[in-house]
């Protein structure tokens, strides 16, 4: 099981951005695709992006294509989804999960952070 931590959440105006990041405590974090979902009050969670091993296989949701990025650093255990261009519809707490699959694809049995707030402001 891989132990997730996220933070770079906060309090943005419209038009703002935010870095947030997903860091592993323990596990084999490098080895595992990483995805970022996303929970806003009353709705389902939703996927808004994940990235692969190796890091050119990524994927958005296509509310968010051209205005977030993934990167992954693997010495330092972290990926990272950059958010530019934030919308007050981008408010909600945000999850990163690893994907606990051979294949390194986006795809399997997950382990999910704690999450961390983002409020974008109109």
């Known amino acids: 099981q891989v132990q997730l931590a996220e933070s770079g959440g906060g309090l943005v105006q419209t038009g703002g951005s935010l870095r947030l990041s997903c860091g592993a405590t323990?596990?084999?974090?490098?080895?595992?695709?990483i995805g970022w979902f996303r929970q806003a009050p009353g709705q389902e969670r939703e996927g808004v992006s994940c990235?692969?091993?190796?890091?050119?296989?990524?994927w958005y949701a296509d509310s968010v294509k051209g205005r977030f990025t993934n990167s992954r650093d693997n010495a330092q255990k972290s990926v990272y989804l950059q958010m530019n261009s934030l919308l007050p519809e981008d408010t909600a707490v945000y999850y990163c999960?690893?994907?606990?699959?051979?294949?390194?694809?986006?795809?399997?049995?997950?382990?999910w952070g704690q999450g961390t707030q983002v409020t974008v402001s109109s």
């Open positions: 999960a690893a994907y606990r699959s051979a294949s390194g694809y986006c795809d399997g049995p997950v382990d």
């Open positions: 323990s596990g084999s974090f490098n080895s595992y695709a």
């Open positions: 990235v692969g091993v190796p890091d050119v296989h990524q």
